[in-house]
């Protein structure tokens, strides 16, 4: 199973942009399914976005149409393009794959913080 470390969150005001990392530690070229997760202080884990091998995406109907996931199986890393912030989407931001889902096992995340 790889190690999957995420980047890339910070301060920012509402309406701005962050774009988040998540780098493997080996290929992700045989892994189908690609999660970004969010936890906002006092609230469970939700998904925020699925990405499939061969591009296929989804989003949680909350950030459809500002975030953008995408994959580079190349350089064995995950992306997280979030546009027109909203205060709301003020959370901690994970990276991970079913194995990493189904065990519980998360990784630091990176923190992304929405000023109003």
């Known amino acids: 199973q790889v190690q999957l470390v995420e980047s890339g969150g910070g301060l920012v005001q509402g309406g701005g942009s962050l774009r988040l990392a998540c780098a493997a530690s080996?290929?992700?070229?045989?892994?189908?399914?690609m999660y970004w997760y969010r936890q906002a202080p006092g609230k469970q884990r939700e998904m925020v976005a699925v990405?499939?091998?061969?591009?296929?995406?989804t989003y949680a109907p909350s950030v459809k149409g500002r975030f953008t996931i995408s994959r580079d199986n190349a350089e064995n890393t995950m992306y997280l393009q979030m546009n027109s912030l909203k205060p709301e989407d003020t959370a901690t931001y994970y990276c991970?794959?079913?194995?990493?889902?189904?065990?519980?096992?998360w990784g630091q995340g990176t923190q992304v913080i929405v000023s109003s």
């Open positions: 990405i499939t091998n061969d591009g296929r995406t």
């Open positions: 991970n794959t079913p194995p990493g889902i189904r065990d519980n096992k």
């Open positions: 080996g290929s992700i070229f045989s892994i189908n399914y």
